[in-house]
């Protein structure tokens, strides 16, 4: 793997953001997945405004890609992003998010997301 040096204050601001226990979910969820706001909605208990804000800063940041599919967008990693790099070792300490995403599909509120 390829060593690169990451600016102080990208690293930085990266690492705020991921100071944020519902934007570490976020992000873990979209660890292996991509996801649309209404499964955020389901998994964190928290309101579409308030999911929508967190995303907005991870968006902006350019830590999280959209893709318009139908009437949903759906959120994916940036793995293109300078800093992905700590957020991939950030995310290989934490619990894996996985479970979550199954237990919605087990009660058919992934597939609402569906084109």
């Given at each position: ?54 995303l ?25 992003h ?12 934490i ?21």
């Amino acid at each position: 793997m390829e060593k690169t040096i990451i600016e102080l204050e990208q690293a930085a601001q990266t690492l705020k953001l991921l100071g944020d226990k519902t934007r570490l979910t976020i992000l873990g969820l979209l660890k292996d997945n991509e996801c649309c706001v209404c499964e955020f909605v389901e998994v964190l208990q928290m309101s579409q405004p308030s999911i929508s804000q967190h995303l907005r800063k991870l968006r902006d940041a350019g830590l999280v890609k959209e893709q318009r599919k139908g009437q949903w967008i759906f959120y994916s990693l940036n793995t293109s992003h300078e800093t992905y790099p700590i957020i991939q070792q950030v995310l290989d300490q934490i619990p894996d998010q996985k479970e979550k995403l199954t237990a919605l599909e087990k009660a058919g509120l992934r597939i609402q997301c569906d084109m």
